[in-house]
């Protein structure tokens, strides 16, 4: 329970916190990147624990909840806003209103990307039989990752922002796109390579808390 509190957290604050870009060496990043990538190291050390068939239920939960929060949000921008509302209409659809788009492109991103990580770090797992836990680790979140890269930020930023109806919302240009996802993507190799430790501490912490490991 405590990893998947972790891992919805991590999803939320993500599409929350998506909309805003800061630079980092030169990288255009969304700040969802400081977060996202917790998703990934939480289905690995699921995957290493508990096995596939948990890491795909911890996945389909994450959607569902994804979903549930993506409606309350559409639902909250469509109630007329009450003269003495501290937050107006315009404030609110600036924040909030390409939520909807980024919650869609993430929730098909993340299907997608999570599914393929923790296939593939089985695959990995079942090839080295059961050894080298960085090998597929590392692997698996980098292919993961780079098929989410891609989806989130052509579908929220360019494909979203033109059907949506939305005047607050303009689709980004495709040299911003490029910076986005090569940025994203690069900065989560980055964070891939360093979380190899915290995954190692991760999973012998939690065997031996459930009696797997020697104290």
């Not at 999803?11 to 990288?27: D, S, V």
Request: aromatic share 12%; with cysteine; proline share 3%.
């Amino acid at each position: 329970m405590g990893l998947a509190s972790i891992f919805i957290s991590s999803l939320l604050l993500t599409n929350i916190i998506a909309a805003k870009y800061f630079t980092f060496l030169g990288l255009t990043l969304s700040c969802g990147t400081l977060v996202y990538p917790i998703s990934f190291i939480i289905t690995d050390i699921v995957s290493e624990i508990y096995g596939i068939q948990r890491a795909r239920l911890l996945v389909w939960i994450g959607f569902l909840v994804s979903v549930l929060a993506t409606g309350v949000v559409w639902i909250s921008h469509q109630l007329p806003t009450a003269a003495n509302s501290p937050v107006d209409a315009t404030s609110f659809g600036q924040v909030f209103g390409l939520m909807p788009g980024l919650v869609l492109g993430s929730m098909i991103a993340y299907l997608i990307g999570q599914l393929i990580d923790v296939h593939v770090f089985e695959y990995i797992r079942k090839l080295t039989n059961n050894k080298h836990l960085w090998m597929r680790n590392t692997f698996s979140t980098l292919i993961g990752q780079l098929l989410d890269s891609v989806i989130v930020v052509t579908i929220a930023w360019i494909i979203y922002p033109l059907v949506s109806g939305n005047v607050t919302a303009q689709p980004i240009s495709w040299q911003v796109w490029k910076e986005i996802v090569v940025g994203q993507y690069l900065f989560k190799v980055l964070l891939a390579v360093l979380d190899t430790p915290l995954v190692y501490a991760s999973i012998y912490w939690v065997q031996r808390w459930m009696g797997l490991q020697d104290k």
